[in-house]
Every structure is written in structure tokens, then in C-alpha cells.
């Protein structure tokens, strides 16, 4: 009965009349969808411009012989005379369509919109990408995918790519956290001093480096560094196989805005950051070796070599209005010789910040290559010396570097199947 009644709503009840024939006997050759015959040659459109002009005064003489004014939308047949095909019974789709697109877009406008506060830390998602909180609020986690800028000549990402992915997380977690002020990854109580974060040492070992297209997962918390300082603890992994690719650990300490020199932390702020404390080492054996300075006459077992005139771009600015830290790793390994950078890789660094550098400095860059032999492997490894000084004298960054020679893609399996 209900199919029935479905089927009379689209077919008509009768068999539509035949087209009429014209004054030859012949029938039209194009019909429209309502059964009306259409001049040869003359397209849908055409009907369609013809039926809008409004009131287009169109002079007509009768049978008897009198003018009369015809609208051209008199012309057309009268929809009681149209008769009933299956095509003009359909309804209009092209409505339904758009009417549905506008109610998926606008949900889709209210989603994003959303302002998303969960009740428990662990009920974050990670929606937008933004990363989560897990571990009960005290470690963050966020994903990256290897694009196609951030990767060098040897299809790899490099050590800065690896260092930003570090610090976008450590900021997010701030601000996940709801602990983000108006300042760089700055707490509100921090932000009501003048207060903000930056990093005094930092160090960082890669185990392998991800290629174009991979997707890496990094984990990030925090932990108390002496009375006035902040421990940062990092494990960086690829998403997929769950393989080690980077751990590191950075030292953090407050500077003041106005007068730039280091300052204590308030209690306010620990009171703030405290809560988020979690004691977890990402990196076992600290490389806590004091970085020498080099003095100005090398033995023969070393070999110096110094770039200089490196002067910061505006864009190697922060918003503290001083270069960023990953900024002087790119320096540092500005003076290291190229057949190192072609024929090794990094495997360590550490990093000792003594001083910030300004828009108006102008560096010179300092390294010291030493040759090492790894009796277990027997391969040879490097290890760098480096400092970067202001051309007037003070240092501003003390590093070390140790390198491997680059892996090929079988070595590279093998190193993957051992995890």
C-alpha cells in the first residue's frame, strides 16, 4: 500500500499525450521538460532568458486584425495545459542540496569554535592537533609531521627542525596547562613581574633522524632545577614504530624584561608551577663536563676553524626580544668544517647559553676538531669544540659536539630492528 502510494507521488496516474504534431504531421523534434515543443537549434537557455524578460512589451496582431500587447510571460503554455511528465513531478534536488551544505558548514563553523574544557586532564583530546595532557596533567604530548622545509640536503630533518618541535611543545603544555600569561610561555603571575623563562644549558642526544613525511611524537614535563631554576625533560619518537629518535633535558631560569639580569622565582610562581612538577629523567648520564674555553693556540691534534660577521635577522627574533636559543645552534655549526657536515651526522650536543644576544650583535663562531676512536664499534667518531663570542670579545654560547658517520639505508635497518 505504501509502495503504492510512493510510486503515484512520482508516476503519473496516465501515460503523458504524444507531443502534438505541427501543421505538416511531423512532431517537434525537442521537447522540454513539460512536453512543450521547443524551436529547432534553440537551447535551454535561451528559454529560460526569454521567459525573464519582464514585461517586454511584444506587439501581436489577432485574427481580426487588431494589435494587441503580449507579455512574453503570457507566451509560454499555461501550467494547466502542461502536462504531467515523470521529469516535472520530481522535486527540486538542487534546493535539498544546498539547504544540507548549509547546515553541515555551519556545524562545522560551531565545532571549531568550541571552547574545549574538560573536567579531568586525561579527557583531552587532541582534536585540532594541538597536542593532550596525559599522565594525569603532568606530561604533554603533541605530533609533528616532517614537512618538506624542515629537511636537508641528506633528506633528513635537521637538528634545528628536531630543537623548534622541542620548544612548541614545551610552549603548548604552558598553555594547555591554562598557565599561559602574556609573555612567551611567561606564567600570569610571571606576567605581573616582568618575569620570563630562558634557557641556561641545554643537552640532547639523537639516536636516528626522521625523513620527509614521518610522523614523530614528543613528550614533554617538567621538574625543579635547585631553588631558583626549572628542569625540562623531552623524549621525541616516531608515532608509528614507537622508536627512540631524540631525548633531551634543558635548564631553565627567570630573566627580568626591564632590566635584563637574572632574577629568583617569586612564590607566587611556584605556588603557580609546582602542581605541574614531575620527577622523570629523560636523559640517565648527564654530560655535566665543563666546556674549556679555547685558548688561542691550538695543539696539532686540533684544528680551529672561525666564521665570523654572523649578525642576527630580524626574524631570528622573539618575541623577548632577543635571538632565540635555537638560533645559536645554526651558528655554532656554521664554523664546522663542510666534510664533517657531509660525511657525519649528529649524534650529542651540549649547550651552555652564558649571555643574550641583541638585534645590533655581531658573532664570530669558534670550533675545535677532535678525532676519537670507538674501540667497540671500531668506527671513528668526532667530537666539536665550540664557542660563539661576540666580535668584541665576550662568549655568548660554550658548546660540545659529537658525530657518527652517516648511516646507509641498511645500516639504518639494522639499527631499527635492535629496539
Known amino acids: 500500500m505504501a509502495a503504492s502510494i510512493a510510486a503515484s507521488s512520482f508516476l503519473p496516474g496516465s501515460p503523458a499525450p ?11 523534434e525537442i521537447l522540454d521538460v513539460r512536453g512543450v515543443a521547443a524551436k529547432p537549434g534553440a537551447s535551454s537557455n535561451a528559454v529560460r532568458a526569454g521567459k525573464t524578460r519582464a514585461h517586454a512589451a511584444v506587439p501581436k496582431v489577432n485574427s481580426g ?11 509560454t503554455v499555461p501550467s494547466s495545459s502542461v502536462p504531467r511528465t515523470f521529469y516535472n513531478q520530481l522535486p527540486d534536488w538542487s534546493m535539498l542540496l544546498a539547504a544540507i551544505t548549509t547546515i553541515f558548514l555551519a556545524a562545522e563553523k560551531q565545532w571549531t569554535m568550541l571552547d574545549w574544557k574538560p573536567r579531568r586532564p586525561d579527557m583531552l583530546t587532541d582534536t585540532f592537533g594541538f597536542g593532550r595532557i596525559i599522565h594525569d596533567g603532568l606530561m604533554f604530548r603533541q605530533n609533528f609531521s616532517i614537512r618538506s622545509y624542515e629537511i636537508g640536503a641528506d633528506r633528513m630533518a635537521s637538528i634545528e627542525t628536531l630543537m623548534n618541535h622541542l620548544q612548541e611543545t614545551a610552549l603548548n603544555h604552558v598553555k594547555t596547562a591554562g598557565l599561559l600569561g602574556d609573555g612567551f610561555g611567561s606564567t600570569p603571575e610571571m606576567s605581573k613581574r616582568n618575569l620570563f623563562w630562558v634557557v641556561s644549558q641545554m643537552q640532547a642526544i639523537v639516536e636516528r633522524y626522521p625523513c620527509w613525511g614521518n610522523t614523530v611524537e614528543v613528550d614533554t614535563w617538567v621538574s625543579a632545577n635547585g631553588k631558583n631554576g626549572m628542569r625540562e625533560g623531552l623524549a621525541y619518537r616516531d608515532s608509528i614504530t614507537g622508536h627512540t629518535i631524540l631525548k633531551a633535558t634543558s635548564k631553565w631560569v627567570m630573566m627580568n624584561k626591564l632590566t635584563r639580569k637574572l632574577a629568583r622565582i617569586p612564590d607566587e610562581v611556584r605556588t603557580e608551577i609546582e602542581p605541574y612538577f614531575f620527577e622523570r629523567s629523560a636523559i640517565v648520564d648527564e654530560d655535566n663536563r665543563k666546556l674549556p674555553k679555547l685558548p688561542d693556540g691550538q695543539s696539532t691534534s686540533a684544528a680551529k676553524y672561525v666564521r665570523t660577521g654572523l649578525t642576527p635577522r630580524w626574524a631570528d ?9 635555537v638560533k645559536y645552534i645554526k651558528w655554532i655549526l656554521e664554523s664546522a668544517p663542510i ?40 668506527e671513528t667518531t668526532l667530537h666539536c669544540e665550540h664557542v660563539l663570542s661576540l666580535e668584541s670579545g665576550p662568549t655568548m654560547v660554550k658548546a660540545r659536539t659529537m658525530w657518527r658517520p652517516k648511516r646507509t639505508k641498511a645500516q639504518e635497518t639494522v639499527v631499527l630492528s635492535s629496539f
Do not use: F, M, W
Not at 504524444?18 to 517537434?28: F, Q, T, W
Not at 486584425?65 to 510571460?73: F, I, N, P, R, Y
Open 18 to 28: 504524444a507531443a502534438p504534431k505541427n501543421g505538416l504531421g511531423e512532431r517537434p
Open 317 to 325: 627574533l622573539d618575541i623577548n626580544q632577543h635571538v632565540n636559543n
Open 65 to 75: 486584425g487588431k494589435s494587441a500587447v503580449a507579455d512574453g510571460e503570457h507566451e
Open 339 to 378: 666534510s664533517i657536515l657531509e660525511n657525519h651526522e649528529l649524534a650529542s650536543i651540549v649547550l651552555d647559553y652564558k649571555r643574550e644576544c641583541g638585534r645590533d650583535s655581531v658573532l664570530q663562531s669558534h670550533t675545535s676538531v677532535h678525532t676519537d676512536c670507538n674501540s667497540e664499534s671500531g
